[in-house]
């Protein structure tokens, strides 16, 4: 026990340290992700601010700070307090014979780093897909989703609203993505990682951005306001899935724009019930209320 103690530990306190370093800009500039995502948000505000696509709402819209307190906490609070558990878990995986070799089905090694990364993205893209499909489906996951779904007026840092809870379930089966490829995460990953925070910003900002023809593969915020719709399709329990990618949800025939203005309510049935700050979103799920309500 003493063994997962010491990891446990060492984790955190590692975790922790690289964070503070990150402040202080003691890291290399290409893996600051302190700095990085609030150049990204500032980035992305400075265009809503420009390019409003709904003129009446305001530059400090509803919740405005509340969405981004959760920026930080949910990128860097909450990544340190957790980041001993998933350490532990690590060794009793090891200890019980499971090696990533175990899961390998692809190696990438042999391939070009720029096929190895888009690969990377696409499936690490298609798991977070899927994983938000199950948030929306099964109930007791849907408990915790609301709080993403609880956002009234649409922006930038709406993106990072969403329960601790949800980092639970999503971790694991990014791990298991990443362990399919043979444990591949290169060095270069933060070139994935910033174009994905970059994108689900976008995807929330107030910017009526479609991408042309690319709309087929990549997300966008007329794609993405009509999943967070107060009104859905009938018999629907979401649409517009994808994270980044929106090949998965054309594909899987889960696609919904009927229109493009940007007027729509959002929320779901029920969402006067989430609670309006940070502790009460915090805790919800657990004592919520437990009927079932779409979106």
């Known amino acids: 026990m003493a ?3 010491d ?10 340290e690289w964070t503070w370093k990150s402040i202080k800009f003691e ?10 995502i609030i150049v990204i948000s500032l980035l992305v505000w400075l265009l809503e601010i420009l390019f409003p696509w ?19 906490f949910n990128f860097f609070v909450f990544s340190i307090a957790i980041s001993g558990f998933y350490k532990v878990l690590e060794l009793i995986f090891i200890d019980l014979g499971i090696s990533i070799k175990d899961l390998t089905v692809f190696h990438l090694n042999a391939l070009p780093l720029w096929a190895q990364l888009l690969i990377f993205f696409v499936v690490l893209d298609f798991v977070q ?3 938000h499909i199950l948030l929306h489906r099964y109930s007791f996951l849907w408990q915790f989703h609301k709080i993403h779904h609880s956002v009234k007026e649409m922006g930038f840092a709406a993106h990072m609203r969403y329960h601790w809870m949800e980092n639970i379930l999503y971790k694991p089966l990014k791990t298991f993505g990443i362990m399919v490829l043979g444990g591949f995460e290169p060095e270069q990953a933060y070139i994935v990682h910033f174009a994905a925070i970059s994108i689900g910003h976008l995807n929330h900002a107030n910017i009526k951005l479609t991408w042309g023809p690319l709309k087929y593969v990549f997300n966008n915020p007329v794609m993405h306001l009509y999943h967070h719709a107060y009104t859905l399709p009938a018999g629907k329990y979401g649409v517009n899935f994808g994270i980044s990618l929106s090949i998965w949800d054309y594909l899987f025939k889960s696609n919904y724009v009927p229109e493009d203005s940007g007027s729509i309510p959002l929320g779901f049935v029920g969402d006067e019930n ?11 799920g657990f004592f919520g209320r437990k009927n079932r309500e779409k979106d």
């Open 3 to 5: 063994k997962y103690g």
């Open 7 to 16: 990891a446990f530990i060492n984790s955190f306190l590692g975790t922790l």
């Open 27 to 36: 890291v290399p500039w290409y893996t600051n992700f302190f700095w990085g």
């Open 54 to 72: 709904r003129k009446e709402q305001s530059i400090f819209r509803k919740d405005f700070w509340l969405d981004a307190f959760y920026i930080f």
């Open 129 to 131: 897909w899927f994983t």
């Open 274 to 284: 989430i609670p309006k700050g940070f502790l009460g979103q915090f805790l919800y």
